[in-house]
């Protein structure tokens, strides 16, 4: 996700008559020196945008995410007309060097795993997106993204993804791989045209492409982790303390080695489906189905017993139990596509294709099933007063000016008295 930036010193590498040797080559050949020093000059320039709230976000990215979604569809365009159609991969995918059409069964399920892996290139988006949808001025306002933009643009970007490397295909059919990477694809583009405009062409599609990266990077990874650290552990963490730890990690991580091949890149995006599908299962059947949508909002916040969300000890066995149990029937078929990508391991690999399926629903009706032999009390209990004033104006009290920020500070049986007291 990082590596953007990548191809261009490479550029300056090879205008400058200086090529890369075996001995410059970096963890075990999957990445150069260049490669090394634009992810460092990466996360060197995500530090500063780390130290923002996520409440600013807003208008640098939406111009971010235009400029890349420009650049997305003039590419596709060009593609098109430079291969004269949609090229090798669509007209006659068996004439495009090492690539072997599926047929019968096997394309069926090869279908299957691209749905599902699909799915798990937005899970992480679907799993996190309480983070943002927290900043809504009102719950309806998160329908329109979750609902259609964000399965719209996982199918558009897919569907541009296989178009643009089938004419990749067929522009350069020298090249030893298929461009599937957007930055592979444009280092070709400067490479094979070589002209000038191709260059200026190339120039400013990689910088749409970083920034881009920047709203990936900052907003999905940094802030989402940074929440989720400050929540588990406020005493050592804020929001940006946790993005920058977050920066840290991504050196032991080590993505040059997962996403130095399609095959890798499949893996980690398979491994989110088997993670989070079963995560995603319970919270459904939690939510929807034995919640029915209500929540005491007094409760989240109460670090007691007290509370109807205290459970066992400030534990949901329930949820880690059901959570174990979806996911281990998964994990064979991981191994198999992480040790031996092309081998097959029968039922276990199968189930890997519908991972995320197979996760969800078995996670979600075990902890179903759980709740039933052991219910969980108060599963409907609501506040009996809006005490935060989330479905209105909070009450006004004349000649008190502060009453919102005094109030959020007020105790429950405190609230009640200054309501009722309004009220009256």
Known sequence: MMLTLSRQFECFSHLSGHQQT???ELAGGAM????????????????????????????????ASTTVA???FVLLIWSIVQAGGGGAMISDISGVSGVEPAKGGALGWAFVAAVTANIGGIATHMWSQSDYTRYARKPGDQILAQLV????????????GIICTSCAASLYPDEDKLLW????????IREHEGSRGARAGVAFASIAFMFSQFGMVV??????AGIDLAALLPRWFTIRRGGYATLLFAFIMQPWSLLNSATNFLTVVGSFNVFLGPLMGIMFADYFLLRKRTIKLTDLYGNSSKSIYWYSKGWNWRAPLAWILGVWFLLPGLAQRAVAPGGFWGGWTRLYQIAWFAGCLVSGLIYLGLDYIWPISDKLAVDDLDYFGTFGDPPAILGVEDFPSRSMSLQGDEKRHVVEKVSV
């Not at 933009?149 to 541009?160: D, H, Q, R």
């Open 181 to 188: 990477q957007p930055y592979a694809f444009l280092d070709a």
């Open 32 to 63: 150069h020196t260049y490669d090394f020093v634009s992810f460092v000059v990466y996360i060197l320039l995500c530090v500063p945008l780390a130290w923002f709230s996520p409440e600013n976000y807003r208008k640098p990215f939406l111009i």
């Open 149 to 160: 933009m964000v399965p719209l643009g996982t199918i558009i970007v897919a569907c541009i």
């Open 219 to 224: 907003a999905s990874n940094l802030v989402v």
């Open 22 to 24: 075996p001995d410059q």
């Open 70 to 72: 420009a650049t997305v």
